[in-house]
């Protein structure tokens, strides 16, 4: 069976998330996107995971759904949390946030009550807790020993397993004894597969992307696609054998597009490549200030193959642009304006999901369901013809499918002229 799934979003208790974020809408959104299973996330907190336990039922084992929903088209959720953990290890302070990933309502309890001795989980859907990653680890397995602990968007360089500021060279460095736990990790939206792929340590890791979304919008914009059976076992098999038979490809963002691909300093409107900041000695050339080294440079210092390898048996990807902002691009105006949603919705409601229109329906079929110069968009994502300027320091990056003026090569008359 093909799933599409997207394993980490946030509830509305987290900081800095839309109030939408509520089940009913996840669960409506999640099928407008095309996902089949997509994370409950922050059940950490107690008001989301009563929410939870109230909402929601077990439809396939370890898999849920709403109470009221018809199980054959309802959204199923997977019980997924993300932890941020601030420590002292090795004389360095650390900032790692991971993913834990539960097979049942009892192993949530049980991680929910340890984690509550330990710091305070009403304050934030996504706590902040003073855990190594690997006592953290040891805490979820005691719980279940079928939880999983995915390092999360683990480049990004404040808080993750590898980042520049505060992370660690390697998984075992982080982990110790506990390593051999660990066989995911989530690549986060700064980098790509093939970024990854440059360092052979990473060879028997599989990887994960999802949106880590804050609002309705967002989710799925990065998601994995497997080919398995419907439950929570099948899915983490999955990933844990890293088969492409099973795991078929992940959904992406173009890793420019993150908020951290590039070095820079934001406030100083300064964004360099690797080769710029070791020019500059890593100094910024506005306030002579240490800039904030993003994603490429610090794969660029682990890496120990050359930039194209690709390892034998590695799982494909897709990069893609959300659809709403393709649209945007067309029509020269902001993604939430109201002509790109009424065409978004419209195209939704005609071809059946987002990500049907960006992976499969034919140029044709997008032209009759909405616009030429639309179809002819999707099409240049599908082949990566867009123009990108890298993000930097919590800055996401900008991307263009049509330069300024560009006329379309299509010559069907467009809805705008």
Same mark, same amino acid.
């Given at each position: ?32 996107? #095309? ?27 370890g898999l849920f ?62 706590? %902040? ?37 505060? #992370?660690?060279?390697? %998984? ?120 904030? %080294? ?31 902002? %393709? ?8 993604a939430k304006s ?45 082949e990566g013809r ?32």
């Open positions: 069976m093909k799933i599409i799934a997207d394993l980490h979003i946030h509830s509305k208790y987290s900081r800095a998330v839309s109030q939408e974020m509520t089940l009913e809408n996840i669960g409506i959104w999640a099928q407008r996107k #095309g996902l089949k299973v997509v994370g409950t996330g922050d059940f950490t907190h107690p008001e989301w995971f009563r929410a939870i336990k109230e909402k929601l039922k077990e439809q396939e084992p759904i709403l109470r009221e929903a018809a199980p054959e088209k309802a959204t199923r959720f997977m019980l997924t949390t993300e932890i941020a953990s601030i420590y002292s290890k090795n004389h360095k302070m650390r900032r790692i946030h991971n993913l834990i990933f539960a097979p049942s309502l009892k192993a949530v309890e049980r991680i929910n009550t340890k984690l509550s001795w330990v710091g305070n989980l009403k304050a934030d859907g996504r706590p %902040i807790l003073g855990l190594d990653s690997k006592e953290l680890l040891k805490i979820i397995l005691d719980a279940d020993p079928r939880c999983v602990l995915v390092p999360a968007h683990a480049w990004t360089p404040w808080f993750s397993i590898f980042g520049s500021m505060s #992370g660690f060279d390697s %998984i075992e460095e982080c982990f110790d004894e506990m390593s051999k736990y660990i066989f995911s990790i989530e690549t986060g939206l700064s980098s790509d597969p093939a970024m990854n792929w440059r360092l052979s340590a990473l060879d028997k890791i599989t990887l994960i992307s999802n949106s880590d979304s804050h609002s309705l919008e967002r989710i799925g914009r990065e998601a994995n696609v497997f080919d398995c059976d419907l439950s929570y076992d099948a899915i983490i098999d999955a990933i844990r054998a890293g088969d492409p038979r099973r795991f078929l490809f992940t959904i992406e963002f173009f890793p420019e597009e993150g908020k951290y691909h590039y070095d820079g300093h934001r406030n100083c409107k300064v964004s360099q490549s690797p080769e710029q900041t070791k020019k500059n000695g890593g100094i910024c050339p506005v306030c002579g200030k240490k800039l904030t %080294i993003g994603v490429l440079n610090r794969v660029e210092q682990l890496a120990d193959r050359p930039a194209g390898f690709k390892p034998a048996g590695a799982i494909p990807f897709k990069s893609l642009v959300q659809l709403d902002e %393709i649209i945007a691009d067309v029509l020269g105006v902001g109201k002509s790109v949603q009424g065409i978004y919705n419209g195209l939704i409601n005609k071809i059946g999901s987002e990500l049907k229109v960006l992976l499969e329906a034919s140029q044709e079929q997008i032209a009759e369901a909405g616009d030429a110069r639309i179809a002819e968009g999707v099409i240049r994502v599908r867009v123009k990108l300027i890298p993000g930097f320091d919590g800055e996401y990056g900008k991307i263009s499918i049509f330069d300024e003026g560009e006329e379309s090569s299509s010559s069907q008359p467009t809805l705008f002229g």
